[in-house]
Structures are given as structure tokens and as C-alpha cells.
């Protein structure tokens, strides 16, 4: 019985010195002078990345091979820069990588295919945590602030934490008031 304590408590322990470990960065507007790239972008695929090589970039395939196979995966995002705000970038596309957040990355499975957002971006770098498909010239968001707004088109808004201390109330701001407050 005392092994199986014992074994217990190192398992949580083991696991707990995995997380990430950051400092709160603020909300968007106070997280953007820290961003490399900030883009104006919309969705347009979204793929799961398993360990054994395959992807899929379609939910049901997704599905139908999850409830078949026990494996760890990884999502990523494909957008198409609309506007670029800050920073240099050559390419129209490109993969924005997320995480579990054991790296201190944001999760990327709020991001609907066809809506436009607002990212605060920096480019991936090789870690023990990089996933297999992912590559220097992808991109990741940080989950240690805002980094990310979602783009109003009909009025020209953005929502999310934009500004405030507090990270409980999404605001519906200007756009234009936000690019002079980034730039």
C-alpha cells in the first residue's frame, strides 16, 4: 500500500513539473509590444497532427480515427494574412501551432474556420515540446497573455481582453483605436 502511495504522489509530482510556468503578460493592447508579428487573419483549415505521421484536416476523419486509435495529437491552424500590423512576413499562409500548454502556448481550438481574428504571434522555435510537424518558419501564440482578438467585419470592431487589468471582461473595441494604441 505504501508503495503505491509512493508511486502516486511522484506520478503528480512528475506531472506538475511539466506545466508551464509564466508570468501573467496583460491584456492585448499592454501583450502587443512584445509580439513579433501581428496580423490581421483569417482562418482557412484547421489540422490535427498525430504522432505516427498522419493528419487530418476535416473533424469527422478526425473523429472517426480517434475513437479507433489512442494517440496523442497536436492542432494547428492555417491563415491567410489579410493585414499585416507589425513585424515582416512574406508569406500569405502559414501555420499557427498550438499546444496542451505544458510549453506556455495557447490552445488553438476556439479558432472557427472562415472567421477573421487579430493575432499576436511569434515564430516556433525547437523545444523538447515542438511537435514532429512543426517547423522554425510556423508560428505559435503564447498563452502567458492576450494574444489574440476576434475581428468584428460588419462594424469594424474587435472583441476579446483588450484593455483593463482584469481578464474576466471581453470588450467589443474600435479597430481603428486599437491599431493607433499597437503600432
Known sequence: MK???LTIILVLISTLSFACS???GG????????SELIIKAKVIKSFWHFENGKTFNNETDFGNYVMNNNQ????????????????KEKRKTFEIYGSDGVDCRDSIHQFKIGKT??????????????QPNEDEKDYAIGGCS?????F????????????GKSRRKKRI?????????IT
Open 3 to 5: 508503495k503505491q502511495v
Open 22 to 24: 509564466c508570468k501573467w
Open 27 to 34: 491584456n492585448f493592447i499592454k501583450s502587443s509590444k512584445h
Open 72 to 87: 496523442e495529437y497536436y492542432q494547428s491552424i492555417q491563415v491567410e494574412i489579410i493585414e499585416l500590423i507589425k513585424g
Open 117 to 130: 481574428y487579430i493575432f499576436g504571434i511569434y515564430k516556433s522555435r525547437k523545444t523538447e515540446y515542438s
Open 146 to 150: 492576450e494574444k489574440w482578438l476576434e
Open 152 to 163: 468584428l467585419p460588419k462594424t469594424n470592431q474587435v472583441k476579446g481582453f483588450i484593455k
Open 173 to 181: 473595441y474600435s479597430y481603428e483605436k486599437l491599431l493607433k494604441k
